[in-house]
Every structure is written in C-alpha cells, then in structure tokens.
C-alpha cells in the first residue's frame, strides 16, 4: 500500500507538471505572422532592448526545469510502465513513415487548394501558379512506397523555392520541412539511413520551434497585437511578461527536442499544446502545424534519435549531463537571438531604403485642411511607467476610429491606425487605446504617435501630421 501511495504520489507531482506547462504554454506555438499584419518594415527590437531584467529571470528559470528535465528523464526512463510503454510503442514503429506521408499530403493538398506554398498564409505571386501544381505532384506521389523518397526530395527543393520568393529569412520560420523532406527520402533506406533521418528530423523540427519563438522577442509588437485582440491568452497577466515566457517556453521546447530529452513525454505535451491553440485561431493554425503534428507522431511512435544516445554515451553522470545541457541551451539562445536580430536589421535596412527612394506620390498624405474645424481628428499621447518594466502609452483621439480590421484596405476617413515614432524612426503601429513599449536604455528620447488611415497615409493638415509627442528621459 505504501508503494502504491508513494508512486500515486510521484504521478500527482508528474500530472501537476505536465498541466502547468500546458496551461502556461497555451498560445505559445500561434505562429504570429499568421494572425497579424506584421510587417519587416516595423523595427526589430535591438539585443540591449531583448535582455530586459523579465528575460533574464526567465532564462535563469528556465535553466532550472531544464535541469529538472534532465533529471526527470533519467528517472522516467528507468520506470517500469515507462519501459512497458516504450515496448508497446516500438512494435508499432513500422507505421511511422505512413504517418508523415499522410500528414504531408494533406498539408501540400491544402496548400495547393489554398495558393499557398508550405502554410497557409505564404501565398504565392500569380507567376509561380506551377508551385501548386508542383505541391499536387508531390501529394500523389506519396501514394506509392516506390516514390516517396522522390516525393521528399521534392518537400526539399519546395523550400529552396520558397526561400527564393520569399527570401530564406522568411522560410528559416519553415525550416522542419527540410527535416520532413530527408526523414520521407531515407524512409526506404536501411535502418542506419532512417535513423539519420529520424535525427534530422529532431533536429530541424526543435530549430523551428526555437527560431520562431525568437520572432516573440525580436518583434514583440506582432504579439502584443494579437494578445491585445485575444486578452483571454495572458490570464491577467502583464502582456510583457507573457508574451516573453511564451518566447521561452517555445524556445525550450524546442531545445528538448534538439537534445532529444523526455522523447515520448516530450512530443505528447507539445501535441497538447499545438491543440489547446487551435480553440483560439481555429483552422488556420490546424493546417499550419500539419507536419509538426505529423513529426510529433514519429517521435512518439519511433523514440529518440541519435544525438540523445550520443548524450547518454558521452555524459553518463548525471551533474555532467545537466551542466552540458543547460550550457548548450544558453549558447544556442545566444546565438540564434543575434543571428535572428542580424537578419531582421538587416530586412528591416533594406525595407527602409527601398521606402525612402519610393516616388512622393507613393508617400500618401490625407489633407483635411477645409473640412469643419469640429470634425477634425486630433490625439494625445500620455505615457505610464508600468510597474514591470517599459512603459505603457494611452492615446486617447477626437473624431478617430482605430479599425485594424480594415488595415491595408482603401481608406475610411478619419478611421485608421497610429503609428509610433522614436526619435523620428517609426517602431511600430498602434490599434487602440493603450500600447505597451518595452524598456528602454538609458537616454532621452522622443515619443511621437501620429493618426494613419487604413491604407497607412498619414492624415495631415495644411501638410503638418496629425500628431502628439512626449519626452521621455530613462535614467540608469
């Protein structure tokens, strides 16, 4: 009886673990740029404004479940309805592939019903029609054991292509699908060559999860967005601080995927969590995660890859094992955060230089001199040092409607957007009342917020911008 209560235990504190990162982690994986209208024309957060006392705290947590999770690993790996789960799940390891020929199908299916390449918002230019033909032809040809392999080559050079439309800054956001691709074109292979496709697949699959969460912390505006329209997503909390532990979660996820920790455990939790988000964005996010629901299904059923051996070979003490892995997880935060933040800078110079050397008539303006003095729009801006950290700016208007569902559509006079300005350089829009900026370093800098129509012309009078500034002064 002792025992029994004893192991009842271990599974209540093992449950209460497992609901807590789900319920924590619940918009975690809403790929952002699906949902708002984000653009590499707003400015990516520089790395000073990144690591903010909120992210180091949640670094340093994060370090600790990892360390837990090492340790959790070893001592369910040892547990004998673990090792009977493990037993079960192996003999039906032979229906892997089946899985991801059918997750993949229907995602190049979708794709090419919707005019998309890979996700369902990447549509592609009317000139390259034949990318969706090419999806259809690669769809059939994972019909037939035969040419799946052909059909994996092909997932590949549909990424290579994509890169090419839509630059590979854009597509690293899809970058499992290369592992998708060599997992389907080993898949008739030897076991040796499968494993390695099942590696790779652990692999891209865990860089994917990691590199978009970066996207949380580089352009966190884009999040901000879409917990301002879904506020039930931050449980009351502090939307700085939510959307950064979102970054983290899915970043660790990702990581625990890369070095292969709790496998099985692993992949029915993120499962979970790719699910818990779709009672919030519904369709859209279901056909986005296809593969990734289908790669989570191989790692249940197929276990874990090579590099996870490799980990258990070359660290088999336990202090060792933790230490590598929480050192590893630091080093590859910071390198993909600078590789991420080099990328988006350099997107975003490029954005501005062909802006700046757009004709004049491209830079619209909506004079509203002449009309009524009583129904011209007008704002203020005020500006809250949030308790957290950063700040949080009201923008209260006269005779303006904020209408972000119908931004980059033709105008409605005095409806629109706010556009906010640091110094002169634009950071980011603005669709509603409330806005919250990020700490800043130490400096003095000039807040301006201007009134923008649908279509993003400013809205001006006698050519001056209907706009408010403030000044503000962080001290060290």
Not at 3 to 26: C, E, Q
Not at 244 to 260: N, Q, R
Not at 466 to 474: A, F, G, T
Request: aromatic letters at 14%; hydrophobic letters at 50%.
């Amino acid at each position: 009886m002792q025992k029994l209560k004893k192991y009842g235990a271990k599974w209540k504190h093992f449950a209460g673990l497992t609901v807590l990162l789900i319920l924590s982690a619940k918009p975690v994986s809403a790929h952002v740029k699906w949902f708002t209208d984000g653009s590499y024309a707003d400015r990516p957060l520089t790395i000073p404004e990144v690591v903010s006392p909120i992210f180091l705290w949640l670094l340093a947590l994060c370090l600790v479940v990892i360390a837990f999770g090492v340790w959790l690993d070893q001592r369910i790996a040892k547990s004998s309805w673990y090792m009977q789960l493990d037993e079960w799940l192996d003999k039906r390891k032979g229906s892997a592939v089946l899985v991801m020929r059918v997750a993949a199908a229907m995602l190049l299916i979708l794709s090419w019903q919707g005019g998309a390449i890979l996700a369902p918002t990447v549509i592609v230019p009317s000139q390259y029609e034949w990318v969706g033909w090419f999806q259809f032809g690669l769809a059939f040809l994972l019909l037939f054991d035969k040419t799946v392999p052909i059909a994996g080559l092909g997932i590949i050079a549909l990424w290579v292509i994509g890169a090419i439309i839509f630059h590979p800054f854009h597509m690293l956001d899809y970058f499992l699908f290369i592992g998708v691709g060599f997992y389907l074109a080993t898949a008739n292979g030897k076991d040796s060559r499968r494993l390695i496709g099942l590696t790779v697949l652990y692999l891209t699959v865990g860089f994917s999860l990691c590199w978009v969460a970066l996207e949380k912390l580089i352009y966190k505006d884009w999040s901000l967005f879409l917990v301002e329209e879904h506020p039930q997503l931050a449980m009351g909390l502090n939307y700085d601080f939510f959307i950064t532990s979102a970054a983290f979660v899915e970043f660790s996820l990702g990581f625990l995927l890369l070095v292969c920790l709790l496998q099985r455990p692993l992949a029915v939790l993120i499962t979970a969590v790719f699910f818990l988000t779709t009672l919030v964005f519904g369709r859209v996010e279901v056909i986005g995660h296809t593969l990734i629901h289908g790669a989570l299904i191989i790692f249940l059923l197929e276990g874990p890859g090579y590099v996870y051996n490799l980990l258990h070979k070359h660290f088999s003490n336990m202090l060792h094992r933790i230490l590598f892995t929480t050192v590893n997880f630091v080093i590859l935060l910071g390198v993909l955060l600078f590789a991420y933040y080099s990328l988006a800078e350099n997107k975003y110079e490029r954005k501005q230089n062909f802006l700046s050397t757009k004709p004049m008539h491209m830079h619209g303006q909506i004079e509203l001199a002449g009309y009524p003095q009583s129904e011209l729009p007008d704002v203020r801006l005020e500006v809250e040092e949030d308790p957290m950290g950063g700040y949080n700016l009201r923008i209260t208007t006269t005779n303006f409607t904020f209408t972000p569902e119908y931004v980059n559509t033709e105008n409605r006079m005095y409806n629109g957007h706010a556009h906010l300005h640091i110094n002169g350089e634009k950071v980011g829009r603005i669709y509603g009342e409330w806005y919250y900026l990020s700490a800043l370093p130490p400096g003095t800098y000039e807040l301006t917020v201007t009134l923008n129509s649908n279509n993003h012309d400013d809205y001006v009078i006698r050519g001056n911008p209907i706009e408010d500034s403030k000044i503000l002064v962080v001290k060290d």
